[in-house]
């Protein structure tokens, strides 16, 4: 059976002394939720602080971006053999916020998720449509076109070292959250579109992530809904007694 996953983005939050100070609140308090698992995307800053103030908790590590090439003249970025040698696990590739502020296309994401895979670093493809997209009655070609085009060139045997997170724009730290059931409708479409790429089984078995003001509220919900595997959560995961009972509600849906 496939764990949930419940991942923090912390966006550009939280100095080193921040980051060890929300690290040991949350560590008591997610401590035992071994059903589901548990990822915190930090600033680059803070990778080594937070790696270090994990060891012994069940929360691991993640990044929030990772550049396409090996090595290089790309002032700025970051590699995934850097990210590897800190022992991050997770990445996130291709955040609405990386595509509407810092030119993200659909063919660097892919770019990202080679390279990514390739140093072993499990992606978290972020994808989902803007406000007018959604309006134009556009969302399912906008996320079948993300979802294709973010997995051009991915093997089969990859799909079980990558999270979706689908994360519609107008959703994210708005407060305006999709509904469980609009959630979980559209989640469905991009189940489809990989699907149409991987065939039945492996679709069913890749986790999808819901994000966009996901919080202490709405999670028991979000996470009750048969195609939503987990939750990417931005402003709530910067409160650790939010976070943790986000986790439990994601954990509580496997016992
Ligand atoms: P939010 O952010 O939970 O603050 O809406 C989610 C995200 O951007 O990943």
């Not at 966006?11 to 560590?27: F, H, R």
């Not at 590739?93 to 670093?121: I, P």
């Not at 305006?176 to 492996?202: F, Q």
């Not at 890749?206 to 003001?213: A, D, L, T, V």
Request: with cysteine; glycine share 8%.
């Amino acid at each position: 059976m496939k764990k949930n996953i419940i991942a923090g983005n912390w966006k550009m939050n939280n100095t080193q002394k921040g980051t060890k100070e929300l690290i040991a609140q949350l560590a008591p308090l997610v401590a035992g939720k071994d059903d589901c698992e548990i990822v915190l995307c930090v600033p680059f800053t803070s990778l080594n602080t937070a790696r270090k103030a994990m060891r012994g908790t069940n929360m691991k590590l993640g990044a929030q971006n990772v550049h396409w090439a090996d090595k290089g003249a790309f002032t700025g970025e970051v590699s995934a053999e850097m990210l590897a040698e800190l022992k991050c696990e997770y990445v996130l590739v291709g955040h609405s916020e990386r595509r509407q502020y810092f030119n993200e296309t659909n063919d660097t994401v892919n770019k990202r998720v080679k390279k990514a895979l390739e140093f072993k670093l499990k992606p978290i493809i972020c994808i989902g449509e803007t406000l007018e997209e959604r309006e134009k009655g556009k969302t399912a070609s906008v996320l079948e076109k993300q979802v294709t085009s973010a997995f051009v060139g991915i093997e089969k045997s990859s799909l079980k070292r990558i999270v979706v997170a689908y994360e519609p724009v107008w959703a994210i730290g708005t407060g305006k959250t999709a509904t469980p059931e609009d959630a979980n409708d559209t989640i469905w479409i991009v189940r489809k579109a990989l699907r149409k790429l991987y065939g039945r089984t492996s679709a069913s078995a890749m986790r999808i992530q819901y994000g966009g003001s996901m919080n202490a509220g709405n999670a028991n919900e979000l996470m009750a809904m048969a195609e939503i595997d987990g939750g990417l959560i931005g402003g709530a995961s910067l409160k650790a007694e939010d976070f943790a009972k986000i986790v439990e509600s994601a954990n509580k849906v496997n016992e």
